[in-house]
């Protein structure tokens, strides 16, 4: 009886001591998983530009490259935009007009830690944009892993033109068929301009010399799918509906937009992208 006591402490602890490493050699395989660089390479071809309710581009296809690279937890991203065509719009003045423009180059170095399901992500981006003055923000977000994703992001702009972008946004998938999904989004953005650039125009001097602009901004609604087509590469037709969240951001006074930057309206985007993972 005492030898038979024996021998099922020695297979408990046998067991126990198989099962330890056995997490380790899973925690182990999971650290190096992590510590690989891993990326992706997309683009995207759409019927316009839209960037924060912004009409950027205008009777033209955009085409839009994308290169992430991460590690770590930091990650480096390309991205660019070439317009085919590009016409003037509230908010857009060409440096090409009526030709085609590699307009837009912009570069985003980013940190995310996760806590459990709390996402943090800081970073920086440099926009390097043709048709304006290039620019730089910080940035700070927080995501939390539940049904809808909710995301809130702040970004703030320490150069050319001082102010702050707020954007809380929403996501989720549903699988339709296989691995196919159906990606729903929505986001809705704040902004508050804080540097001189930002005064509205007024009616009384026919000039930008009234408050500086501040206000619900920019909606979005998004739907698309997920389709693979084979390892590692995946095609996502998407259609997004842009629209003015207040009567600050699609006011025009005296046939000139209230808001600098241009005035917002309702806005139809529609397009495919092509990304390839690794």
Do not use: C, M
């Given at each position: 009886m005492r030898s038979f006591k024996i021998l099922l402490v020695l297979l408990f602890l046998l067991v126990s001591f198989s099962l330890t490493m056995?997490?380790?050699?899973?925690k182990e395989e999971g650290k190096k998983e992590e510590e690989k660089v891993t990326g992706s390479v997309s683009l995207g071809v759409y019927n316009r530009y839209i960037f924060r309710g912004y009409e950027l581009s205008s009777g033209s296809v955009v085409?839009?490259?994308?290169?992430?690279?991460?590690?770590?937890?930091f990650s480096l991203n390309y991205w660019g935009n070439i317009d085919t065509n590009e016409k003037k719009t509230q908010s857009f003045v060409p440096d090409?007009?009526?030709?085609?423009?590699f307009n837009e180059s912009d570069l985003t170095l980013s940190y995310t830690h996760s806590?459990?399901?709390?996402?943090l992500t800081g970073g920086y981006i440099y926009y390097g944009t043709k048709y304006t003055d290039e620019t730089e923000e910080l940035f700070i977000s927080a995501s939390y892993d539940i049904i809808s994703k909710p995301t809130l992001t702040i970004y703030r702009d320490i150069t050319t033109y001082p102010g702050t972008y707020v954007n809380l946004s929403f996501s989720h998938s549903f699988e339709v068929y296989k691995d196919i999904t159906l990606d729903l989004?929505?986001?809705f953005g704040y902004f508050?301009?804080?540097?001189?650039?930002?005064?509205?125009y007024e009616s009384s001097t026919g000039e930008y010399t009234g408050k500086k602009y501040n206000g619900f901004h920019d909606g979005k609604l998004q739907a698309g799918f997920t389709i693979p087509v084979m390892k590692n590469l995946t095609v996502q037709p998407v259609v997004q509906y842009w629209f003015p969240l207040s009567n600050k951001a699609k006011r025009i006074v005296d046939g000139s937009s209230?808001?600098?930057?241009?005035?917002?309206?309702?806005?139809w985007v529609v397009?495919?992208?092509?990304?390839?993972s690794f």
């Open positions: 056995a997490e380790e050699v899973k085409i839009q490259p994308s290169v992430t690279l991460s590690y770590k937890g090409r007009p009526g030709s085609k423009s806590f459990g399901p709390l996402s989004a929505a986001s508050k301009g804080d540097d001189n650039y930002w005064r509205t209230y808001n600098p930057n241009g005035h917002l309206d309702d806005t397009g495919l992208g092509v990304t390839f």
